[in-house]
């Protein structure tokens, strides 16, 4: 997947999720794509990293990646769970993950008040979107 789907991808969600909320829906998060690397020894697979800044009162919907996923929390306090999994609140200097099959049900900015910022790393395969839904 090339930088621009990634940057279009993530706008179009941005976007749609903005247009498809009430005015008083949570902010959305921000998604900036950094890195994006075939894995010359994995046919067909890629490493794309990203951060993610929450705005305060930011909230996540529900969605897999369909990726290998290992989040750092830069700033800030986030919430995360996957489905079957206890719901998490990390600070700066944790880390989480998501497996290829796991469904992200929570995913929030813990503050209501202060921003949060975090980078994602996903081995994935190539041409598949980052986010994709799920129920």
Known sequence: MSYLRVLGTALVLAC???LTQPAHAAPQPTVVPLLQKDIADV??????????DYPPGA???IHR???YAFVYVLEGSIVMQVRGGKEVTLTPGQTFY????????VGRNASMTKPAKFVVVLL????????????
């Open 16 to 18: 749609s999720a903005q």
């Open 43 to 52: 046919p067909g697979k890629e490493m794309l990293m990203i951060t993610v």
């Open 59 to 61: 909230v996540d919907s």
């Open 65 to 67: 990646h369909d990726a």
């Open 98 to 105: 998501e497996g290829p099959d796991d469904v992200h049900t």
């Open 124 to 135: 994935k395969k190539k041409g598949v979107d980052v986010v994709l839904p799920a129920k």
